[in-house]
């Protein structure tokens, strides 16, 4: 195995992990004192699972649109290539227990979300591949993590 100097993510080892789980993946000071801080929003196991693209597609939308009513100081909710889960970047020192907590909120929310009720932000002008959308796939994915957090706790290992 080739060691990466630069990523973050290729020096966890990811058959060691349980699905799902909130990760602090990371902490920088900025020059100007701001700190920001990266998580690993782990919804499958990796190299066993992955989410469906309009899965995942269809998560993110819905949870851009409620975590910002949870927490403040968001910067980004951005989904892995590997599909796995998200990457979740916040201003602050915040702690893997608060942010399961939050986004354990959300999730329950997405879960219950309405079949009828459009999803936020899917049409050509506001979406880059609107077409690719599967809220059936978001809400199981929603209510697994939710499951899975609330049996095992929020920890990684």
């Not at 080739?2 to 789980?21: G, I, M, Q």
């Not at 701001?34 to 190299?47: A, E, L, S, Y």
């Not at 819905?62 to 998200?86: K, N, Q």
Request: proline letters at 4%; a negative charge; aromatic letters at 10%.
């Amino acid at each position: 195995m080739k060691e990466s100097r630069n990523v973050e993510s290729f020096a966890l080892d990811h058959t060691k992990v349980r699905a799902p789980y909130v990760r602090l993946a990371g902490k920088k000071t900025g020059p100007n004192g701001d700190i920001v801080t990266k998580f690993d929003i782990r919804f499958c196991q990796p190299n066993e699972e992955f989410m469906t693209t309009g899965g995942i597609h269809t998560l993110e939308h819905l949870m851009a649109e409620y975590i910002r009513d949870e927490i403040d100081g968001v910067i980004d909710l951005s989904p892995m290539g590997c599909r796995t889960g998200f990457y979740f970047t916040v201003f602050g020192g915040r702690d893997e227990e608060y942010i399961a907590e939050k986004i354990r909120n959300v999730l329950v929310k997405v879960a219950a979300w309405p079949e009828t009720e459009e999803v936020p932000g899917v049409d050509p002008v506001m979406c880059g591949n609107y077409r690719d959308h599967n809220l059936s796939d978001a809400k199981a994915w929603a209510a697994k993590w939710v499951e899975g957090i609330d049996n095992k706790g929020w920890q990684c290992f």
